[in-house]
């Protein structure tokens, strides 16, 4: 079955950077596109960014733009964000989710950006 | 400020049929596809309905989507307690270039 794992989470300093994983198991992860979405305490969910099947297009939220970094290894079926400069306002809990448009989405990993 | 416009709350009793509007605009739900996102808080969000009004196998009948010009809504049927959850609607925006979500719907099943 479609499974999504996301990792890299936990408490990080403002300012600091921080990559986010997510691996997938039971599909062929190089066909399909992948996204990041985030839902922040007590916010409703927030699209983040978009990469395509084979990383050559990537899409970001406006709010993130310059700040995070989408990225793949369809070697090792894991999706990456990359996320820099952290901010209060990036704490929440970042999901990874399948296809165009998302069909699965993972358990997610909680980023609480504090002091 | 969410792109998409839902409701923050709707309610209903069990057996009810209870509606969710998601208001858009020419940018998104105007032009592309939306879809429908069921969340329990702590869980993964599972989808509900996708491109306007389809239902993944295994989602019950009792939901339904629809669009109309700018605007989607998501139908529940026979309502019942479990369904009480946040409810999301999803579309690509052209002009933003991404995918922008609704604020969410919290159903309460009085």
């Known amino acids: 079955q479609v499974q999504l794992v996301e990792s890299g989470g936990g408490v990080v300093q403002p300012g600091r950077s921080l990559r986010l994983s997510c691996t997938a198991s039971?599909?062929?992860?190089?066909?399909?596109?992948v996204h990041w979405v985030r839902q922040a305490p007590g916010k409703g969910l927030e699209w983040v960014a978009l990469?395509?099947?084979?990383?050559?297009?990537?899409y970001y939220a406006d709010s993130v733009k310059g700040r995070f970094t989408v990225s793949r290894d369809n070697s090792k079926n894991t999706l990456y964000l990359q996320i820099n400069s952290l901010r209060a306002a990036d704490t929440a809990v970042y999901y990874c989710?399948?296809?165009?448009?998302?069909?699965?989405w993972g358990q997610g990993t909680l980023v609480t950006v504090s002091s | 400020q969410s792109v998409l416009t839902q409701p923050p709350s709707a309610s209903g009793t069990p057996g009810q049929r209870v509606t969710i509007s998601c208001a858009g605009s020419?940018?998104?739900?105007?032009?592309?596809?939306v879809n429908w996102y069921q969340h329990f808080p702590g869980t993964a969000p599972k989808r509900l309905i996708y491109?306007?009004?389809q239902r993944p196998s295994g989602v019950p009948d009792r939901f339904s989507g629809s669009k109309s010009g700018t605007s989607a809504s998501l139908a529940i049927s026979g309502l019942q307690s479990e369904d009480e959850a946040d409810y999301y609607c999803?579309?690509?925006?052209?002009?933003?270039?991404?995918?922008?979500f609704g604020g969410g719907t919290k159903l309460t099943v009085l």
């Open positions: 491109s306007n009004n």
């Open positions: 039971g599909f062929t992860f190089s066909t399909y596109a």
């Open positions: 020419s940018s998104n739900i105007g032009r592309n596809i």
């Open positions: 989710a399948r296809a165009e448009p998302i069909d699965y």
């Open positions: 999803a579309s690509w925006d052209d002009s933003l270039n991404g995918w922008v």
């Open positions: 990469v395509s099947n084979d990383g050559s297009n990537k």
